[in-house]
């Protein structure tokens, strides 16, 4: 990216918009101004065009917003993300080590349940250059992990383009099968709406058949369920 103004309006603007995406979503705006740097020249370090095309204050600001952005970390953020996330971030400069400290805890929380070849080769290489000896050292766990990331872990990621990154790694474009349970409580959600609001008795058998399942219910399924009796109570008071 050879027009530092150019650089400067887009980092400015993702900055507007950027609380509050997924956490998928920024890891990939991320990969992008990696990409845009990496491709504005051919002979310069990427820590080099950091310096010459952004003023070092600004993009430090930047980069700390972005970090402040990184909640996911107590939502449940996938390793895939976290990885992604310190990587592009390491990349760009950043070397916090707080954040990093932040980081190596996460990991060492999640590690023993990832799976090392659902995540990326490249990034875990670059996340134990981003962490340091030290840092990996008091969390040998998260070493560990790390080393088999590399070893078994997917291949060639770090080529993809970060939409095509995101499109493959994001959560919400894989469909996860109802459980049988779950899909008893979406029967018993189609059967209240076809009975008749006038039927209070069977609302309510229907709603106790809800309630004893809710616990395995989906979150989805119950507002939908609260809105559907709510709705039929209602028409049924207006005919009275």
Not at 160 to 170: C, G, I
């Amino acid at each position: 990216m050879k027009d530092m103004r150019v650089y400067r309006y887009l980092r400015n603007e993702f900055a507007k918009t950027a609380a509050g995406i997924p956490m998928i979503q920024l890891c990939a705006a991320l990969k992008c101004f990696v990409r845009g740097l990496v491709e504005g020249g051919e002979t310069q370090s990427l820590d080099e065009q950091v310096q010459q095309e952004l003023e070092r204050e600004d993009m430090d600001a930047f980069l700390r917003f972005c970090v402040e952005n990184l909640r996911g970390f107590a939502n449940g953020m996938e390793v895939k993300c976290v990885l992604a996330a310190t990587e592009s971030l390491y990349q760009l400069g950043y070397a916090s080590p707080e954040f990093h400290e932040k980081v190596a805890r996460y990991l060492a929380s999640k590690c023993s349940s990832a799976s090392p070849s659902a995540n990326s080769s490249e990034s875990a290489n670059t996340v134990c250059l981003a962490l340091g000896e030290d840092l990996l050292d008091r969390h040998p766990e998260v070493h560990s992990f790390l080393l088999e990331v590399e070893k078994c872990g997917l291949k060639g990621e770090a080529t993809l383009p970060p939409t095509e990154w995101m499109n493959k790694n994001d959560p919400a474009n894989f469909i996860t099968p109802l459980t049988e349970t779950q899909q008893e409580g979406w029967n018993i959600i189609n059967r209240m709406v076809d009975t008749r609001a006038s039927d209070t008795e069977k609302l309510t058998a229907l709603a106790n058949e809800y309630v004893a399942i809710v616990k395995s219910t989906r979150v989805d399924d119950l507002k939908c369920i609260s809105l559907v009796f709510s709705r039929k109570r209602f028409s049924n008071r207006i005919r009275y």
